[in-house]
C-alpha cells in the first residue's frame, strides 16, 4: 500500500507528495526494500521545493540509516548514495557529509542508479468512488444510485480539472446547466430513494464546482448567484462529521478527506466575499458561522482566505481574525491564519499584525503542530523587522537572538530570513531604505553569531577537563544545536554570497548569480562576520567560508588570502585538513593565487608565510596534491 502511494506522490509532488511530504525523514521507508526507490523517486520530485532546514533533516536523515536499527536492520552505503544521489539531482545537497559523500562517488564514477530495476509487480484494479460505496454498503447498481453518479460525471470532472486553477467564463457557462440538473435531483434524492452517502459524494462535487466559480473575479450574474446559492447550501451540510480523536494529527499536518462539503463550501464561500455583490450579510454570517465550525478542516479554510474580503468587508474581516487569535484552539489552523492572511494583510497593516501574531504566540506554547504555528509567527515578525523596521518586532527577534540555546527552534527560522535580505537593494545609486534593510540584517546575523559561540564556548569551559562522551547528555545536545544554528548561519550565507555554482570565479553583471557590484558590497559586509564564524572551526562553516572566499578573490586578492589563512587555522582544530574537499579546495585557491595573483605573494611576506603554514597543514595530513604544490613555490619569483 505504502509503496503505491509513494509512486503516486512522486508523480504528483504538488497534490500527494505534499501531503505524504513528512515521510522523507522516515527511516524505515527510505530503507525497506519495498519503498527504497519510490523514496528516492519522491526525493526527486520534492527536492527542489525543500526550505533548506528541511533539506538538513533529510540529508541527516539519510546519512543515519548505516546506523540506527529502528527497522531492526541498518540500510548498507548504496541505499544511502541512492538516496543521496537523487536528492543531489534535484538540487544542490547542503551538509557537508552528504556534499563530500557525492563528490567521492562522482570522482570515482560510481554514483548509483536510482532508477528502479525490473520486477514482479502486484495485481492492483481501481479503487474509486463505487468501490468506496460498496464498501459502505451501497447497492451502487440501484437505478437511483447509478441516475446520480451520471448527472454527477460533468461536474465531477469539472471540479478535478480545475483543482488548483481559475475557470474561464465559457467553461463557467458550459457547466451550469449540468450544475442545474444534479443540484434538483439531489433536492429529490431522499424521496427518489438514492443512498445518503451516494448523495453526499454528488454534493461534494457540487459544492466543489460552485468554490471553483467563486475564485474567479465575479460580477452580479445568473452563474454567480447558481455558486452562491450552492455553497451557503453547502456550508450547512452534515458532511463532514467531527472527530476530535484525529484533531492532534490535523494539528501537526492539517488534512482532510472527502465527501466534504462544508469544507468546500468554507472555502468558497470566503472567496466569493471578495466580489462585492455577493459580500452579502447571508454570506458573510455564513463565513462567522463557519470559522466557529466544530471541524477543524471547516475553519482552516476560512482561516486561509480571510484576506479576500479585506476590501469588500474589512471590519468583519478583522473581527473575525482577531477572534481567532484569542479563541482559537486548533494549532493546524492557526498554521492557516499565519500562512496566509498575517503575511498579505502585514504590507499595510504591520501594527495590527504584530500584535495579533504576538497574541498567537503567546497562546500557543506546546501540542502537536505547536512548534510550526511558533516558527511561523517568527518568520513573520523577523521579516517584519528586517524588511519593514517594525518597532515592537525588534524586540520579539533580538529575545531570541540573545538567548539561542532558549529558542533554538524559532532562532533556526529567524536565519532563514538571512539570504535574500543581505544582498537587498542596488550599488547604483544607493537606496537607503534598502542599505538599512541589509544593516539590519548583518546586526542580527552579528548577534546571533555572538551569542551561540558564547554559549558554546561557556559549555565547553564548564566541561574542559572531561571527555565529551562522559558530559551531561543536556549540554552534548545544546553544543550539537547551536554547532548546527551556526551552520545553517553559514548555509545562508554562502547561498547568499553568489559563490554557488560559480566555479569560483567572481561575478560580473551577466553571470546569472549576484552582479559584480554587488558581490563586492556583499564581501565587504560580510568581513565583520566572517571571523566570528570562523573561529568557530566547524568543518561545514569552514567549507562554505573557503568557497565564499574563493569567489571573492578578485575583489582584494592579499586580503582574501589572509583571510583564507586565518579559517585554515581555526578550522585545523576541527579536523578540517582531513577532509578530501578541504585540500581540493586549498589546492584549487593557491593553484589560482599561482597562476594568477603570484605579484601577491612576491610582495607581501606576510601572504608567503601563510602560503608555507597552508601547505604544511596540508603535507601534514597526507595530502599528495599539497605535497605537489611544494615543489612548484620557485614559480612565485619566476
Known amino acids: 500500500l505504502w509503496r503505491r502511494i509513494l509512486i503516486v506522490a512522486a508523480e504528483n509532488p504538488q497534490s500527494l507528495g505534499e501531503i505524504v511530504r513528512p515521510l522523507t525523514t522516515s527511516s524505515a521507508m527510505l530503507k525497506s526494500i519495498d519503498t527504497t526507490y519510490p523514496m528516492a523517486a519522491l526525493l526527486k520530485a520534492l527536492g527542489p521545493a525543500m526550505a533548506l532546514d528541511e533539506k538538513v533533516r533529510v540529508e541527516t536523515t539519510i546519512l543515519r540509516l548505516g546506523m540506527d536499527r529502528d527497522n531492526g536492520f541498518p540500510a548498507s552505503a548504496n541505499t544511502r548514495h ?60 440501484a437505478e437511483p444510485n447509478r441516475r446520480l453518479r451520471t448527472l454527477e460525471a460533468p461536474v465531477k470532472e469539472f471540479a478535478e480539472k480545475n483543482l488548483n486553477g481559475v475557470p474561464t467564463a465559457e467553461q463557467i457557462k458550459s457547466i451550469v446547466p449540468d450544475m442545474r440538473e444534479l443540484r434538483e435531483a439531489l433536492l429529490a434524492a431522499k424521496r427518489d430513494g438514492v443512498a445518503r452517502q451516494q448523495a453526499d459524494h454528488a454534493t461534494h462535487y457540487l459544492v466543489a464546482v460552485a468554490a471553483r466559480i467563486a475564485r474567479t473575479d465575479l460580477k452580479a450574474s445568473s452563474e454567480g448567484d447558481l455558486a452562491r446559492d450552492i ?40 472567496v466569493l466575499g471578495r466580489s462585492a455583490p455577493y459580500a452579502t450579510k447571508a454570506v458573510l454570517d455564513a463565513i462567522a458561522k463557519l470559522a466557529k465550525d466544530p ?9 486561509c482566505a480571510l484576506n479576500a474580503i479585506s476590501r469588500t468587508a474589512p471590519e468583519f474581516m478583522w473581527a473575525v481574525i482577531e477572534d481567532m487569535c484569542r479563541t482559537e484552539s486548533s494549532r493546524g ?3 492557516g491564519l499565519v500562512a496566509g492572511p498575517m ?88 537606496d537607503p531604505n534598502k542599505d538599512a534593510v541589509r544593516s539590519r540584517t548583518w546586526k542580527l546575523i552579528e548577534t546571533l553569531l555572538k551569542t551561540s559561540i558564547n554559549e558554546v564556548e561557556r559549555i565547553l569551559a564548564k566541561n574542559k577537563d ?21 551552520g545553517h548561519i553559514g548555509t545562508e550565507l554562502y547561498f547568499a554570497s553568489g559563490a554557488y555554482n560559480s566555479g569560483g570565479q567572481a561575478a560580473d553583471d551577466s553571470d546569472g548569480h549576484m552582479p559584480g557590484g554587488k558581490a563586492r558590497r556583499y564581501y565587504e559586509e560580510f568581513r565583520a562576520s566572517f571571523e566570528l564564524m570562523a573561529s568557530t572551526g566547524l568543518p561545514s562553516v569552514i567549507h562554505n567560508l573557503m568557497k565564499i572566499l574563493e569567489y571573492m578573490v578578485d575583489f582584494d586578492p592579499p586580503a582574501v588570502f589572509k583571510q583564507v589563512g586565518k579559517i585554515v587555522g581555526f578550522g585545523k582544530a576541527g579536523g578540517f585538513q582531513y577532509e578530501s574537499m578541504a585540500a581540493d579546495q586549498v589546492v584549487r585557491l593557491v593553484e589560482r593565487y599561482l597562476a594568477e595573483y603570484r605579484e601577491v605573494l612576491q610582495t607581501d611576506p606576510e601572504c608567503r608565510h601563510i602560503l608555507m603554514e597552508i601547505l604544511d597543514t596540508f603535507v601534514e595530513a597526507g595530502w599528495p596534491s599539497a605535497r605537489q604544490l611544494t615543489y612548484r613555490l620557485d614559480e612565485i619569483f619566476k
Not at 537523487?86 to 532508477?115: C, F, H, N, Q, W
Not at 484533531?247 to 469544507?263: H, L, N
Request: charged share 25%; net charge negative; proline share 6%.
Open 231 to 270: 455553497l451557503l447550501d453547502g456550508a450547512v451540510h452534515p458532511e463532514p462529521v467531527h472527530h476530535p480523536e484525529y484533531d492532534a494529527q490535523f494539528d501537526k499536518s492539517p488534512s482532510w478527506g472527502s465527501p466534504a462539503a462544508r469544507i468546500e463550501a468554507a472555502a468558497g464561500l470566503t
Open 82 to 141: 541512492r538516496l543521496l544521489a537523487a536528492l543531489a539531482d534535484a538540487g544542490p545537497l547542503v551538509t557537508a557529509e552528504a556534499m563530500k559523500i557525492m563528490d567521492e562517488l562522482r570522482t570515482a564514477g560510481e554514483v548509483p542508479s536510482y532508477d528502479e530495476p525490473e520486477r514482479l509487480r502486484a495485481y492492483s484494479h481501481a479503487f474509486g468512488e463505487v468501490e468506496y460505496l460498496k464498501e459502505q454498503g451501497v447497492d451502487v447498481d
Open 333 to 335: 489552523v492557526f498554521q
Open 466 to 486: 572531561i571527555a565529551y562522551g562522559e558530559w551531561a547528555k543536556a549540554d552534548q545536545e545544546a553544543v550539537n544545536e547551536l554547532n548546527r544554528l551556526i
Open 343 to 430: 503575511q498579505q494583510l502585514a504590507a499595510s497593516n504591520v501594527d495590527k499584525v504584530v500584535e495579533l501574531l504576538l497574541i498567537i504566540l503567546d497562546r500557543v506554547k506546546d501540542g502537536p503542530g505547536a512548534d510550526t504555528v511558533r516558527n511561523f509567527c517568527i518568520g513573520r515578525i523577523s521579516g517584519l523587522h528586517i524588511w519593514r523596521n517594525a518597532a515592537r518586532c525588534e524586540a520579539v527577534v533580538y529575545s531570541i537572538a540573545e538567548h539561542p540555546l532558549s529558542n533554538i527552534d524559532v532562532a533556526s527560522t529567524l536565519v532563514g530570513t538571512f539570504r535574500q535580505a543581505s544582498t537587498e537593494g542596488p550599488v547604483e545609486p544607493a
Open 295 to 303: 471541524v477543524p478542516a471547516v475553519r482552516y479554510q476560512v482561516a
